[in-house]
């Protein structure tokens, strides 16, 4: 996927994408982390590795019981908002790295099992071999995933059709599921169902969807979308509901290699 693509899609989601203290987001936010304790993850007094931070949904509402929170996100624009919901809330142990995780180098950067935990949370910034183990390089303890599994959104999907694109192409936790499997290690995943919702104009709709369309590398036909968005919405608010089957992924770091 072209990287300028993917750092222009994130910087114009920034505006709009949920913010870490809304009522909603932290909701969501706590349900997973009561399932990480469960799990026997504990994040008081840690040091913790947020990749694809995005505007600290986990980041900073962890960073409140955390020794240290570090951010590492390849929008400039979710990193700013990000740093001013900090400021907000008189939270001081963030450290913010703009970066993209497939050049980061944990030799160069001192990240070498620097961190208890490592997340990496609805972001398509992990996906390889390679990024899971530089994951575990950084990672003293813990690891964790968390990427859907299916998801549905009757708008988008019809709109991904007219461009030839399918919608459920890809599913990057199952494709996660099975890098850890063939580097052998010894994970618990478990599934839920989480969704997130879209709310704007018709242009800002437009926008949007068109922006979803050039990531797959295809040219938005505007005129057909915004027909599309008219015809469901009339010249209302645009609304629309992505549900989503997610899969929660965590281990540990192996004590030896190959284990």
Sequence with gaps: MDRELLKNFWDKKAPKYPLPFDQGSLKNTIFVIDKLRVRGVFFSGKKILDIGCGTGIYTLPLASEARLVCGIDCSCEMLSILKNQAERHGLENIVLLNYFWEDVDPKELGFTKKFDIVMAMMTPAVKSVRDILKMEDCSKEWLIYMGWGKRKNHLMEKIFAMHGIEWNFHSPAFSICLTLEKLRRRFHVEFFEYSWD??????????????YIRLYGKNPRKEKIFTELKRHFGSNMVSHRTDAEVALITWKVQLKEGV
Excluded: I, R
Excluded at 198 to 211: I, K, N, Q, S, V
């Design 198 to 211: 879209f709310w704007g104009t018709l242009e800002e709709a437009l926008d949007d969807l068109c922006c």
